[in-house]
């Protein structure tokens, strides 16, 4: 079946560190991937998402490319700030399918 | 972007009562919802798949009964926790998901609500 599998956390940095969490996936076809972000009591809101191999999602600072090749969708950022201290989840979808998640993982950025 | 909300954003409520969740998609007709719970530091785990106008399909292991689940219009699904006890205490979050149209995408976007803290004593 459709998995996710993503590095534990928690990752800790210093302000301005580079960034980067693990994200790779096994599923059947061709499916979309997506990093949510999760700030502390809040819900999901989607970071970033790509729907097929070798497409680049990005925003805020936040890029991850589809790699079909070694079936991953690593999350990286050049410059992380205190502000993006929360819980990072790689997804998927297969074609209309329903979301399959990793078990997240946890971003602690200190001044 | 779509907007999904829920409400009440946390509840309290005594062992045996049963609590009711709301979840409406406020910019956009949702054909599809889905129900979410998170454990403390944990992923989410998916409940049920809520379709309008239909039976909930629930995720194996969810009891039917237990978590009542009604989607009667294309903006409002509604989870209602029966005979709720200290265990069902969670994180409930319910995203929502437009038709997938003619030539659209194929991909499965959905938008999160902000989440339900149930706290049962």
């Known amino acids: 079946g459709n998995s996710v599998t993503q590095m534990e956390g928690p990752v800790t940095l210093s302000e301005e560190a580079f960034l980067t969490i693990n994200c790779t996936y096994t599923a059947t076809g061709y499916p979309s991937l997506f990093w949510y972000v999760q700030y502390p009591g809040e819900g999901l809101q989607l970071l970033l998402k790509a729907t097929k191999a070798d497409d680049k999602g990005s925003n805020k600072g936040f890029e991850a490319t589809y790699r079909k090749e070694t079936t991953s969708f690593h999350l990286e950022k050049g410059s992380v700030q205190v502000s993006d201290s929360a819980v990072y989840f790689c997804?998927?979808?297969?074609?209309?399918?329903?979301?399959?998640f990793g078990t997240g993982t946890r971003l602690l950025v200190s001044p | 972007g779509a907007v999904v909300s829920q409400h009440p954003s946390w509840v309290i409520c005594k062992s045996g009562t049963s609590v009711k969740i709301e979840c409406r998609s406020l910019?956009?007709?949702?054909?599809?919802m889905f129900w979410y719970r998170q454990f403390p530091k944990q992923s989410l785990m998916l409940m049920a798949t809520s379709n309008e106008g239909s039976k909930a399909t629930y995720e194996q292991g969810v009891e039917k009964d237990k978590f009542l689940i009604n989607h009667a219009s294309l903006t409002l699904s509604t989870l209602t926790v029966t005979s709720a006890h200290p265990e069902d205490s969670s994180f409930y979050i319910c995203?929502?998901?437009?038709?997938?149209?003619?030539?659209?995408?194929?991909?499965?976007?959905?938008?999160f609500g902000p989440g339900t803290r149930l706290t049962v004593l």
């Open positions: 997804a998927l979808s297969a074609g209309f399918q329903k979301l399959v």
């Open positions: 995203s929502a998901r437009e038709p997938k149209l003619r030539g659209g995408p194929t991909y499965n976007e959905q938008f």
């Open positions: 910019d956009f007709q949702a054909t599809t």
